[in-house]
């Protein structure tokens, strides 16, 4: 399938949405007007610099509020239109994108503006190019696709065609099954974005939120389907408007576009599959060949966290910390500066951030998948970045990608028992003496899931990423409140829970992770236990205050005991209808932390309601200085 | 009257939202239970920090799902209400807010609901204190006051009553009038916010997108006025869920707050006087003398532009520019360590950022006043904070207020002719010979508009000082297409067009005012001619792409001469139906830049359609380095 991506969907000056766009993989761009008109070079540069890139130029767009006007006004607007046909000439565009009137419309007679359509076919053959007319949501008089194909029809023009936008019909709610209806050969061109469901006005839903497909919650591989299905083989072409990727690094932007297009054509033939394939144009199968679907080769899901990798300039309080919480110390890495952490089948490689930068704390996650060259088959071919990573020989391989917020996703073999890396670390070699050769478990099974801050110009793309490149499914978001603002949290998981990760849009206040740390929330069948245990080896939880032991006793009538283990343990509490949840926390240790959890029944939560007063005890901390912090990890071995 | 403000609208810790709303002169604040379940300091504690702080505690909020459920919800909820009304005993809090149920409610009848309210005043009365229902506007059975209204005349009890919230009310259009039909003494509590006219679901838009009044579309001055008639005398306290504020520092937060609500009383001072005052409670005379309204004196509105004042390190260029520009160099302060520069009536006074750290580039406005002591005590009740000025002997006494951004706001003689200030100024101590005798004027009339780049957390804090301190009236907000993001952008003017003060809203990576310059707008009646006058003398204006004026013909069928003329000079251009504008920029100079407009007919506008043009051209020389800015003011005087 050939993709296209509009300049408007990209940040900079137009040369460089071109080398984006290109440098992404994309066969061809739609070229957004404003971006030309702001541009110091003429049509002729631009048509070579795109050459020059193997970039076609698929579209000149928009053309506006030209049908059902005035008899002097038409006659203005072919003018207007004359002009920007001369314009295409030069661009070597052939088709112009003509949006449905939303100013300048006098009357919605369909024969009216069928034959203006029909006059403007006429200029637009003289040219040599063609005309994709487009329903706008907030049209006038036409704000449906249907009503766009009828006045199509009417026109009869060969230079007159539709264009299909996913935004414009199902912000709509119209169903996208009638563009089975439409001749494929009328159909000039397609857009496609994805969006949130908002119960904003669809014009401002449109300006702001459009996202990627797959980072929104519109069923775009049925509209795919359904468009397949008339014989379409035109470019698939993203035309997103979006404030955050209007502020981000363009190249960045594109490759996450090119990801998304990825997805939509996986999810396209999926529906074609499940829904008898082609229909008339043949099966799903020919429709495969016939489209050149540019579709991920399949790989199973990760089973579990194979490790969890955290840098910090203090690994000592971590250490402490760890040790605390009955993790094992199993010496360092024979040829890299990192040491493994492990109780049941959480494990931790700990390391410097020496010469990282500005990687974050958790700067690795380790996926457990049943098979390694699939899962990184899969990832390639939705456009992750690997990572370089050396490997001694004898060493295990381990295949990584970038993620969006600078950590690295990498795929080890999810087999029973250690991985076989573990024999790579030995405590001969054990630093500072932190060897705890006695350390008995306390109880902790695994890890239960990793909490991301992720920057705000990366979180649909975090999202997208973690869907895409490392099979996870995303469930709804949410908003916690902090001292500090709003953050908003979303979850990607597993079906069974064996990995979820918690990833969290920081206030655009936070800068460095200061007020947002990350955490890692390790399993248990016993969170009372573990915490007593960790007390009992000198580990000072968060502090929860008083109030929230009050609150809950007036919500939930906890039994007595119950209710004094918490307060006393400093661990919080929530419920549902499927089950109960215990959790408690540790202090922050640079920009990183530990929880750990218990679930019974059926809880598949995180505790959301109790996040706020963590968030608050952790500032209230940070208020009162470093001094508390280093409390924590203070206490007796 | 007596203010108030919930806690949720300020940020950080609960000790830190009690000092600043103490801070800001608030007599009380209500506790909203999230932030006293996530502090340390029990009831008692509390108590006292706020009875030390001078501030009563009106409120505790909210309890929820209450009414309208099964006999044994019903006694679990009469539980939780115990505990709370306990917990109002520690805290010496006579009133709880009850929100009308959105989740457990499985009838609307609206006797069940009454009599369980019954059952609540019962409760309620035996621990002393009372409770006010709010109808909130998704309720599941009760969604407007008037209803609630209802449920608490059926329960007839002294402990029940209802509270009024302003978004619960105006966000679904209810009318205020029948607030009339409710006895003043059922008002229990009354909740005050604003919010922007949005086609947004109600419960997104309340919980992220309140403002405070005179910050949003709401007329709320009607609100106060029905209000009042009541005979309501308790407190009138703010709640204000949104984003930005839950992110900003709450001491300014918290004095914004307080001028909104100096800026409500007048409003309702103003409704009530147009409507008959206080009805059958009495005139308005009466009114506002027995409510205590604490009101503004008047003052008229600003008149003109008296001075701006530029600060940057590299004033060569600046002066280069306004030479090029036909300014006239006015010579040094004869104390401080600026100079002047003048054409017509636009004065520019230019210093050094030494010492000022991080003040914007335009570092003051000089607004022009018929009534210097009018306009400073206006602003002073507006809570405005004065800016400390030295003044030698004999030198104008100037009279100025920090505005949100950190620039100062001055009130300056309107009278005709040049300000006597001007004389404190003199060539004979001239800086390095920059002295152009010889200048004459290009054409330049006076300062048409001051545009100034706002932090995204000081904006709507920002139209509501040059609001109300300043006395301009707000225009609505447009958005502008810039190659790193959409810009926001408000004016504030006076009626005749004499002041105008754009406000922009930077995309939040602009940090420094790198993307988003602010800039000055000097009025012309002649732009071509200024900009032919200037280039001769070396100016070199923003360069426009050829791209645009192609598009212009296209648009407009401008005349070949004027089309060629604008072409040649750089100058945009715009029509509306009232008018055309034509205007140029200068590159820029640090992080300010020069326009010269020229309104002809009624047009009113700023050109906004080309403002993109404008920032991608400024986007590319920033790209291309300083080289080419260097450039723009290297020419020949």
């Known amino acids: 399938?050939?993709?296209?991506?509009?300049?408007?969907?990209?940040?900079?000056?137009?040369?460089e949405k071109l080398r984006a766009a290109a440098h992404a993989g994309f066969d061809g761009v739609e070229i957004f007007e404003p971006d030309f008109?702001?541009?110091?070079?003429?049509?002729?540069?631009?048509?070579?610099?795109?050459?020059?890139?193997?970039?076609?130029?698929d579209l000149y767009q928009p053309f506006r509020d030209f049908e059902g006007v005035s008899p002097e006004l038409h006659r203005a607007n072919l003018r207007r239109?004359?002009?920007?046909?001369?314009?295409?000439?030069?661009?070597?565009?052939?088709?112009?994108?003509?949006?449905?009137?939303?100013?300048?419309?006098?009357?919605?007679?369909?024969?009216?503006?069928?034959?203006?359509?029909?006059?403007?076919?006429?200029?637009?053959?003289?040219?040599?190019v063609r005309v994709a007319y487009e329903a706008l949501a907030w049209g006038r008089f036409v704000d449906g696709y249907e009503h766009a194909a009828r006045l199509v029809r009417l026109a009869d023009h060969d230079a007159i065609g539709i264009c299909l936008d996913s935004f414009h019909i199902l912000s709509k709610g119209h169903d996208p099954e009638a563009i089975e209806t439409i001749p494929g050969d009328k159909v000039f061109f397609v857009q496609m974005a994805d969006a949130p469901q908002l119960s904003l006005d669809v014009l401002s839903w449109s300006r702001h939120y459009r996202v990627f497909p797959g980072e929104g919650a519109f069923d775009l591989g049925r509209f795919l389907g359904h468009l397949l299905r008339t014989g379409y083989d035109g470019p698939i072409s993203l035309e997103v408007f979006n404030d955050t990727f209007r502020q981000s690094d363009p190249e960045e932007t594109a490759i996450d576009a090119m990801r998304s297009l990825v997805l939509l054509q996986e999810q396209g033939r999926d529906w074609l599959d499940r829904h008898g394939g082609l229909g008339s144009a043949g099966g799903a199968l020919a429709?495969?060949?016939?489209?050149?679907?540019?579709?991920?080769?399949?790989?199973?899901?990760?089973?579990?966290?194979?490790y969890v990798e955290v840098r910090s300039d203090d690994l000592d309080a971590l250490r402490t910390a760890l040790a605390q919480l009955g993790f094992a110390d199993r010496g360092v890495h024979r040829s890299k500066p990192v040491e493994l952490w492990t109780q049941g089948a959480a494990r931790l490689v700990l390391g410097p951030t020496g010469g990282v930068g500005s990687a974050p704390a958790v700067a690795g996650l380790g996926f457990g998948v049943v098979d390694q060259d699939a899962a990184a088959a899969r990832a390639l071919a939705f456009r992750a970045a690997p990572v370089a990573r050396e490997q001694a020989v004898g060493e295990e391989r381990l295949v990584g990608f970038r993620a969006p917020d600078g950590s690295e996703a990498f795929f080890g073999d999810a087999g029973d028992g250690e991985p076989h890396w573990i024999g790579e670390f030995g405590t001969a070699g054990a630093a500072d003496g932190q060897v705890d050769e006695d350390a008995a478990g306390t109880g902790?099974?695994?890890?239960?899931?990793?909490?991301?801050?992720?920057?705000?110009q990366h979180f649909d793309a975090a999202v997208l990423f973690y869907s895409t490149v490392v099979g996870l499914?995303?469930?709804?978001?949410?908003?916690?409140?902090?001292?500090?603002?709003?953050?908003?949290?979303?979850?990607?998981?597993?079906?069974?829970?064996?990995?979820?990760?918690?990833?969290?849009?920081?206030?655009?206040?936070?800068?460095?992770?200061?007020?947002?740390?990350?955490?890692?929330?390790?399993?248990?069948?016993?969170?009372?236990?573990?915490?007593?245990?960790?007390?009992?080896?000198?580990?000072?939880?968060?502090?929860?205050?008083?109030?929230?032991?009050?609150d809950l006793d007036a919500r939930y009538e906890l039994d007595p005991g119950l209710l004094a283990s918490l307060r006393e343990l400093n661990v919080l509490y929530d419920r549902?209808?499927?089950?109960?949840?215990?959790?408690?926390?540790?202090?922050?240790?640079?920009?990183?932390?530990?929880?750990?959890?218990?679930?019974?029944?059926?809880?598949?939560?995180?505790?959301?309601?109790?996040?706020?007063?963590?968030?608050?005890?952790?500032?209230?901390?940070?208020?009162?200085?470093?001094?508390?912090?280093?409390a924590v990890v203070a206490g007796p071995r």
Chains 1, 2 share one sequence.
């Open 576 to 630: 549902d209808a499927a089950g109960e949840f215990l959790h408690f926390y540790t202090g922050a240790i640079g920009s990183v932390f530990f929880e750990v959890v218990e679930r019974r029944g059926g809880y598949e939560g995180y505790g959301a309601g109790n996040a706020p007063v963590r968030l608050a005890a952790q500032y209230e901390r940070r208020r009162a200085g470093s001094a508390a912090d280093a």
């Open 287 to 306: 429709a495969r060949e016939r489209l050149d679907l540019d579709v991920a080769p399949a790989a199973a899901p990760p089973v579990d966290f194979n």
């Open 81 to 128: 239109a004359a002009a920007k046909f001369d314009l295409m000439t030069r661009f070597g565009i052939d088709t112009l994108l003509l949006c449905s009137n939303v100013a300048t419309a006098k009357s919605g007679d369909d024969q009216l503006a069928a034959s203006q359509l029909r006059d403007l076919g006429d200029l637009a053959a003289a040219h040599g």
């Open 444 to 456: 902790i099974l695994r890890v239960d899931h990793v909490n991301l801050a992720q920057p705000w």
């Open 37 to 57: 008109l702001a541009s110091p070079r003429s049509p002729e540069d631009i048509r070579g610099i795109a050459a020059d890139l193997g970039l076609s130029l």
């Open 473 to 550: 499914a995303a469930t709804p978001s949410t908003e916690v409140a902090a001292p500090i603002g709003l953050v908003r949290s979303q979850v990607l998981r597993t079906a069974d829970g064996g990995v979820r990760v918690a990833l969290n849009l920081a206030p655009s206040g936070d800068t460095g992770g200061a007020i947002l740390p990350q955490h890692l929330a390790f399993a248990t069948d016993d969170a009372l236990g573990v915490a007593r245990a960790a007390r009992a080896r000198g580990l000072a939880p968060l502090p929860i205050p008083a109030n929230y032991y009050d």
């Open 1 to 15: 399938m050939r993709t296209s991506i509009a300049t408007v969907c990209l940040s900079g000056t137009l040369d």
